[in-house]
């Protein structure tokens, strides 16, 4: 099925590890955008990308990098890892307005 | 800039009751208005979306919503609830223009339908 696919689902960090959570689109969307879910914070933007080669910070960009080398992928990059950084995260493509969402990554920084 | 602002955090109400989930949004430009709904461990799922037109939008499951441009809101409402509306809605906002990829969240609010 077409759609957002995100890995890992789940994952455990020490404090200062650094990992990558991948994000792939197949809808030849040219929008990408991470964000991040706590509890009563609603979702904050991360980092978008408006098309391959060109990204943006959001509301929320400290302790993580983004690139976009081609138009299907997205990666989310920690740097090093930090007990805030503790949430959920989601992916999502779009056109204009058909947004997308990937399934989530759970993440827990110990 | 925009924000929107989800005026109620939890909302309990019986099984077929009517519900309205409050949103309000605040942008300097015209924007595009959108309801997600996500149930426990799971991911966001539209529920309907505000480009332009009528101002009542009706989406999935029994839900629409009102535009009022005057008021700055965008109202979600559902006439009889089920146990099965028990979620976490969102209200989101698009500023369009050089803004499509970027969505801007509420806080949430969680409706609790009780049998």
């Known amino acids: 099925n077409a759609g957002v696919t995100q890995t890992p689902k789940f994952q455990v960090l020490k404090t200062g590890q650094s990992m990558t959570l991948q994000c792939a689109q197949d809808?030849?969307?040219?929008?990408m955008s991470w964000y991040r879910q706590d509890p009563g914070m609603g979702l904050r933007l991360i980092h978008y990308s408006v098309g391959a080669g060109i990204t943006d910070q959001g509301e929320v960009p400290n302790g993580y990098n983004v690139s976009r080398s081609t138009t299907e992928d997205f990666p989310l990059r920690l740097l090093s890892a930090a007990p805030s950084q503790t949430s959920v995260y989601f992916c999502a493509s779009s056109g204009r307005f058909g947004y997308t969402f990937g399934s989530g990554t759970r993440l827990t920084v110990v | 800039a925009q924000s929107v602002t989800q005026l109620d955090s939890q909302v309990p109400v019986f099984e077929e009751a009517p519900v309205e989930l409050r949103c309000n949004y605040s942008s300097s430009v015209s924007v595009y208005l959108f309801w997600y709904v996500q149930y426990p461990n799971q991911g966001l799922q539209l529920l309907l979306k505000?480009?332009?037109?009528?101002?009542l939008v009706k989406g999935i499951n029994g839900f629409e919503a009102e535009f009022n441009k005057s008021q700055t809101s965008f109202h979600l409402r559902k006439p009889s609830v089920h146990i099965s509306d028990t979620a976490e809605y969102f209200c989101?906002?698009?500023?369009?223009?050089?803004?499509?990829?970027?969505?801007?969240f509420g806080q949430g609010t969680i409706l609790t339908v009780h049998p």
């Open positions: 505000y480009l332009s037109g009528s101002t």
């Open positions: 989101a906002v698009n500023a369009g223009g050089t803004s499509y990829g970027k969505l801007t």
């Open positions: 809808m030849n969307h040219e929008y």
